[in-house]
């Protein structure tokens, strides 16, 4: 396969690297709004990709023993404690509060914001463009893929990622996340964690028609009262051209930890080779001169 675009916006990043006539791109919508914090989708997850248990202790912050996505959680609940009224759902749907329990403290009522994260699945993937053994490639369906036997270890990709997504196994140290559940896309089948939630908080299909819901559902929440509301990942000109994984936040994304301004970090290579070549070649042409120089200062004396 190849992957002949860094950076700006893509609209084709299957048939850019190199699927002929691929289906529709597609991925995840999840609306955090909705979240009810069952840990349903981390539990799906784990059992159709046959993932290792991640222990039964919390982390002591939350009701969370997960604590952040790794080579062994490709699905992560976020559990974010604040002090906020509840939110509206989605029209005809039954009231879903993020208010629990209507909880009252010194502060007065509060609310957890739960959000399920999962890998972007990035337009411009930069774990797919620093990866020496084309274990990481790009499906028909737009999205990237670790293939775990042909890993070799070497862990370039893990810094390379903006999110903080992808990790290697302490067992291995090969590379793992999330597939999109390649293998149930190939048989006509969503992927586990959405097929689990039971809110409709992690919406899966064609990318294109997500977004359209998306903005929909934002302009519902606005009317509503909600001028908080926001999505995170879903313009294609943004610093990884638009995520094939994105979501409606009620706060800032530094508050679900995600990075307020993601920029694809290979974005640069071709100017940073650019420079390098120059560099090499002003470095050359110095020795060069360091040895011919001589020789002519030699000769000028003979005469």
């Known amino acids: 396969?190849?992957?002949?675009?860094?950076?700006g916006p893509e609209p084709d990043p299957a048939g850019d690297a190199g699927h002929a006539d691929p289906p529709p791109r597609v991925g995840f919508f999840t609306d955090t709004s909705v979240c009810i914090g069952c840990k349903a989708c981390e539990v799906a997850c784990k059992e159709w990709n046959a993932l290792p248990e991640d222990g039964f202790t919390l982390t002591g912050m939350s009701y969370d023993n997960t604590a952040g996505l790794g080579a062994s959680t490709w699905r992560h609940v976020a559990f974010i404690e604040?002090?906020?009224p509840p939110v509206p759902a989605p029209e005809g749907r039954r009231e879903l509060p993020l208010v629990q329990d209507a909880a009252q403290s010194a502060g007065g009522e509060f609310r957890w914001l739960m959000s399920s994260d999962v890998c972007k699945h990035c337009t411009h993937a930069a774990c797919l463009d620093v990866c020496p053994t084309g274990s990481l490639f790009r499906t028909e369906f737009g999205s990237v893929v670790v293939q775990e036997d042909i890993c070799n270890g070497c862990g370039y990709c893990v810094p390379a990622c903006?999110?903080?997504?992808i990790e290697q196994r302490p067992s291995d140290g090969r590379a793992f996340k999330c597939t999109l559940c390649y293998d149930r896309l190939g048989a006509g089948q969503e992927p586990a964690c959405a097929k689990a939630c039971p809110t409709e908080s992690i919406q899966f299909g064609p990318l294109d028609e997500l977004r359209e819901r998306a903005a929909l559902r934002v302009d519902q929440l606005h009317a509503a009262g909600v001028p908080e509301a926001r999505l995170y990942g879903h313009d294609p000109t943004d610093g990884v051209g638009g995520d094939g994984a994105f979501f409606l936040l009620l706060d800032e994304p530094e508050v679900y930890g995600l990075p307020p301004d993601p920029v694809v970090t290979t974005r640069d290579l071709p100017a940073m080779w650019?420079?390098?070549a120059a560099a090499a070649l002003s470095l050359a042409g110095g020795v060069a001169l360091s040895f011919t120089l001589p020789a002519l200062t030699r000769g000028r004396v003979r005469r």
Do not use: E, F, I, W
Request: glycine share 6%; no cysteine; hydrophobic share 30%.
């Open 1 to 7: 396969m190849t992957h002949s675009q860094l950076s």
């Open 82 to 84: 604040q002090s906020a």
């Open 162 to 165: 903006p999110y903080g997504v």
């Open 274 to 276: 650019k420079h390098a």
